[in-house]
């Protein structure tokens, strides 16, 4: 009673629990009285809104369930073929009502030219899983998987082969418990034959892991299609295309598939030049996470990380296969192999200003960009048995990443070449559960994973001296996790040891003004550390919670300087009482250091960076940041939104010198005491009506920085700045077969330093597009891009994109596609200063037109 009473005034004073439970029964009969078995639709205010939840009576007609979302009015609907529609609402449901309905159904008035009398069960419904016949819901005129899926009620599926089940993501689809096609659900749902499926079952407390699924609830919507015992089945998927503009565009892709039960396997290839079908790909459909920089590439393409605006893929190619069988009934395997092949070439006309206490450094007119890079892929996953209390999974990984680039600079003083080359990823786990007792389980998994990396930098100038830096970096991660799961309480404990061994050579010769500069260090980084990350849920309460910490070490040696290690920690919470409401803490003091991919990110333009040389770091930069956030989500009849607010204070000391020849550059040691102040603030709301939506999404951030900058011969300097930042995003457009979106996307950044304002940038981007659809057969859509990076400067970039999809034959899924896309003038022209000493100013300019005709058919 007192462990009651204990857990009773916690929840009382720590958390606001949502409780929007309303109980609705009765019985669904026909008008002779005999039960019916259909499913019952939930929606919220309004007929026409997307299904929210789905129940279905029991085998006498009659059903009770609870409604556990928020409804402002709730919406019943059954809709069957063969009888007459029933809507009903209950406007303004209250908490704990229990409502009863005794439902009968009339049939509908039509002619009946030929009565076929069907057995078939179309639903059985037990525990989380609802299982469609398959048989029972077809007609005869489906070919493909997703016409069966679009049948079954609150599915949705999605012309990219993602699905929805109630409005919620279906996380996991899968072939006889098998998990095929891990994300790639498009080749699954347009690819398959439907004539391979016997039932369809729809979990809505997805677990893997049928061990675990007793002790989690996890949320999450699965989707099982159990296969008929058949002969093998092979279906075949392709487009194919060829196109003109600035140059001869080519498409060829294919996904083939061959599938019985115990036996599964897919493979697909694609070689085009037009990234897809655009030249210049803008991908405005994640706007939130769109770069302002202007990164054309499309999503999964490219594996560069190249953010240029002028980037063109040149030639892709890429080849997978996927198997999946079962040698015994409790042992499955499934083994996949993949290539890569990228061209990517770029041309920029670019002019690079770089004055360092009054000498030029760089005077840039062109610059070419060759790269060239493959990638394949083995994996191996054997599931070695599942006997009810015991489940084995084991994985190996192993891929080869080569990247080889050269990069050539043209200038009035120079020619660069530059080269690098990643290689060699292997992962390897092993994961098992076993179910201790009734209410007691657990589960242990552990990885091992290996990266190397290996980069080089060579420079050379017409005077044939030399800037290089090479690079060797190790990084290795060992990962442990133990759950431990109870009825009540469920506990994940993990463990993540990481080591990276990093060794840069650095060498570098300028000459300037008739003075030979040269600065040579040789330097051993190595980071290890421990990352611990605890998980708690309790069932009872509704609350779940992580704790994150991690602890390590950091030793920098060089040629003349001994082993100087750093420690760091960093620790993170976070509880969330219910689905509205976030609680996050932090706190953490760690040192700043040269990491892997800080070194393989770094600045093209070495000529500037190679006259800084961080010292030895007497006084080593610790950074300590506490910071506390809150985030409610709050929903309203159409409207839902987040209001967010969080700071962090961070305080550093590090020490940096400036060297350079005396005739030019005077020698400068920094010692830098600074403290760092951001706080941010998010806002999103999201409204939509029937037939109309409209989003916004906006945050503001400042961040506050004073340090004092000692010199040497005990000057010192008080430096005060400012960098603000807004954002807000808007989407808005109408849901018809005709209709439009629009999407504005606008960044404001202002940046000062001790009162003087040093840089403004002020960029938009807007995305107009209208779309409409013929009966079905023809598609017509239409794109308009309009970038500005900066309203001050007089620059811009304009995409338009054409797109008409006509169907030629439904059996086949034929259709016809013409993609057509022009873009306008690019002319950016950025300017940035860095306290008193650099600037640099650079423009670029692009033209680009493409059409391509494409056929795209299945067998």
């Given amino acids: 009673m007192k462990f009651i009473k204990f857990y009773l005034l916690i929840g009382n004073l720590l958390f606001v629990f949502p409780i929007f439970s309303q109980t609705i029964k009765g019985s669904l009969k026909d008008e002779k009285g005999n039960p019916l078995v259909l499913p019952i639709m939930v929606r919220d205010s309004s007929e026409n809104a997307p299904i929210s939840e789905v129940f279905y009576p029991e085998d006498d007609g009659g059903f009770q369930f609870?409604?556990?979302?928020?409804?402002?009015?709730?919406?019943?609907?059954?809709?069957?073929?063969?009888?007459?529609?029933?809507?009903?609402?209950?406007?303004?449901?209250?908490?704990?009502?229990?409502?009863?309905?005794?439902?009968?159904?009339?049939?509908?008035?039509?002619?009946?030219?030929?009565?076929?009398?069907?057995?078939?069960?179309?639903?059985?419904?037990?525990?989380?899983?609802?299982?469609?016949?398959?048989?029972?819901?077809?007609?005869?005129?489906?070919?493909?998987?997703?016409?069966l899926l679009e049948k079954i009620p609150g599915l949705q599926v999605a012309a990219d082969g993602t699905m929805k089940y109630m409005n919620k993501n279906v996380q996991v689809m899968q072939l006889d418990g098998d998990d095929l096609f891990e994300n790639n659900y498009r080749v699954a749902t347009h690819t398959m034959d439907v004539s391979l499926i016997d039932k369809v079952q729809i979990i809505q407390n997805f677990n893997s892991n049928p061990i675990l699924s007793r002790f989690q609830n996890s949320k999450a919507i699965g989707l099982n299609l159990v296969l008929k015992k058949s002969k093998m089945k092979h279906n075949l998927?392709?487009?194919?295309?060829?196109?003109?503009?600035?140059?001869?565009?080519?498409?060829?892709?294919?996904?083939?598939?061959?599938?019985?039960?115990?036996?599964?396997?897919?493979?697909?290839?694609?070689?085009?030049?037009?990234?897809?079908?655009?030249?210049?790909?803008?991908?405005?459909?994640?706007?939130?996470?769109?770069?302002?920089?202007?990164?054309?590439?499309?999503?999964?393409?490219?594996?560069?990380?190249?953010?240029?605006?002028?980037?063109?893929?040149?030639?892709?190619?890429?080849?997978?296969?996927?198997?999946?069988?079962?040698?015994?009934?409790?042992w499955s395997s499934k083994f996949s192999l993949g290539y890569l092949d990228e061209d990517v070439f770029a041309e920029e006309n670019n002019a690079q200003k770089s004055d360092i206490m009054g000498i030029n450094y760089f005077d840039t007119s062109k610059r070419n960009l060759f790269e060239k890079a493959y990638e394949v892929t083995n994996s191996n996953l054997i599931t070695f048995g599942n006997w009810g209390f015991l489940k084995v999974k084991g994985s190996l990984i192993i891929s080869k990443d080569r990247y080889d680039g050269t990069q050539v600079l043209n200038n009035f003083?120079?020619?660069?070449?530059?080269?690098?080359?990643?290689?060699?990823?292997?992962?390897?786990?092993?994961?098992?559960?076993?179910?201790?007792?009734?209410?007691?389980?657990?589960?242990?998994?552990?990885?091992?994973?290996?990266?190397?990396?290996?980069?080089?930098?060579?420079?050379?100038?017409?005077?044939?001296?030399?800037?290089?830096?090479?690079?060797?970096?190790?990084?290795?991660?060992?990962?442990?996790?133990?759950?431990?799961?109870?009825?009540?309480?469920?506990?994940?404990?993990?463990?993540?040891?990481?080591?990276?061994?990093?060794n840069r050579r650095l060498e570098t010769q300028v000459q300037l003004k008739d003075k030979l500069t040269t600065n040579s260090t040789d330097n051993l980084q190595q980071f290890s550390g421990v990352k611990t990350k605890i998980d708690f849920k309790n069932r009872w309460l509704e609350t779940d919670g992580t704790i994150e910490i991690l602890q390590g070490k950091i030793s920098t040696q060089d040629l003349s300087k001994a082993i100087n290690p750093a420690f760091l920690y960093i620790i993170n919470s976070t509880i969330r009482p219910n689905d509205e409401h976030t609680i996050s803490m932090g706190a953490n003091n760690q040192l700043k250091f040269f990491s892997i991919n800080e070194m393989i990110n770094s600045p093209i333009f070495m000529s500037v960076r190679s006259a800084l040389n961080y010292e030895k770091n007497l006084d080593p930069e610790k950074s300590t940041n506490w910071n506390i956030s809150y985030d409610y989500k709050a929903p309203i009849q159409f409207i839902t939104g987040t209001l967010g607010f969080s700071q962090s204070l961070k305080e550093n000391t590090f020490q940096s010198k400036l060297i350079g020849s005396d005739n030019f550059i005077h020698t400068y040691l920094f010692r830098t005491p600074q403290q760092l102040k951001s706080s941010i603030v998010t806002m999103s709301l999201n409204f939509q009506i029937p037939y109309f939506q409209c989003n916004f999404f906006g945050d503001a951030s400042r961040i506050r920085s004073e340090s004092i900058n000692f010199l040497n011969e005990g000057n010192q300097r008080n430096v005060l700045s400012f960098l603000d930042n807004y954002n807000l995003m808007v989407k808005s457009g109408f849901l018809l077969p005709f209709g439009f979106e629009n999407k504005l996307n606008?960044?404001?950044?202002?940046?000062?330093?001790?009162?003087?304002?040093?840089?403004?940038?002020?960029?938009?981007?807007?995305?107009?597009?209208?779309?409409?659809?013929?009966?079905?057969?023809?598609?017509?859509?239409?794109?308009?891009?309009?970038?500005?990076?900066?309203?001050?400067?007089?620059?811009?970039?304009?995409?338009?994109?054409?797109?008409?999809?006509?169907?030629?034959?439904?059996?086949?899924?034929?259709?016809?596609?013409f993609k057509a896309q022009n873009v306008g003038n690019v002319n950016y022209f950025v300017q940035k200063s860095i306290s008193d000493y650099a600037q640099s100013v650079s423009s670029t300019r692009l033209l680009g037109s493409m059409y391509l005709l494409s056929l795209h058919f299945t067998i």
């Fill in 413 to 502: 003083q120079y020619l660069t070449q530059n080269s690098l080359r990643q290689e060699n990823n292997q992962l390897a786990s092993l994961d098992y559960s076993m179910e201790l007792s009734k209410k007691l389980a657990l589960k242990w998994k552990t990885d091992f994973s290996t990266i190397h990396f290996d980069k080089n930098w060579n420079y050379l100038d017409s005077s044939k001296n030399i800037l290089s830096q090479n690079l060797i970096g190790t990084q290795k991660i060992n990962y442990n996790g133990l759950t431990i799961l109870g009825k009540i309480w469920q506990i994940k404990w993990e463990t993540s040891v990481y080591q990276q061994v990093l």
């Fill in 746 to 817: 606008w960044n404001a950044s202002n940046y000062f330093i001790n009162g003087d304002q040093m840089s403004s940038i002020n960029s938009y981007e807007n995305k107009f597009r209208l779309y409409g659809i013929v009966k079905n057969i023809l598609t017509i859509s239409g794109d308009y891009i309009f970038i500005k990076p900066n309203a001050i400067e007089k620059n811009s970039l304009e995409i338009f994109n054409a797109e008409i999809k006509y169907q030629i034959s439904e059996k086949n899924k034929t259709e016809l596609i």
């Fill in 66 to 147: 609870k409604v556990t979302e928020k409804y402002q009015k709730i919406i019943l609907s059954i809709n069957p073929q063969n009888f007459q529609k029933f809507v009903v609402s209950i406007p303004k449901p209250k908490i704990g009502e229990i409502y009863s309905f005794q439902i009968k159904l009339s049939p509908k008035d039509f002619e009946l030219q030929e009565v076929v009398v069907q057995t078939i069960q179309k639903v059985k419904v037990k525990s989380d899983t609802i299982q469609y016949n398959a048989a029972g819901m077809l007609n005869g005129t489906e070919r493909k998987l997703y016409e």
């Fill in 237 to 330: 998927d392709a487009t194919v295309g060829l196109g003109t503009g600035e140059k001869l565009f080519y498409k060829e892709e294919a996904n083939l598939m061959s599938i019985k039960k115990g036996f599964k396997a897919y493979g697909n290839f694609g070689f085009n030049n037009s990234s897809d079908g655009s030249n210049v790909n803008y991908n405005a459909e994640d706007y939130e996470e769109f770069d302002t920089k202007g990164n054309f590439f499309q999503e999964g393409q490219s594996t560069l990380g190249f953010n240029m605006p002028s980037m063109k893929i040149n030639k892709t190619g890429n080849l997978n296969y996927f198997l999946m069988f079962r040698p015994l009934k409790k």
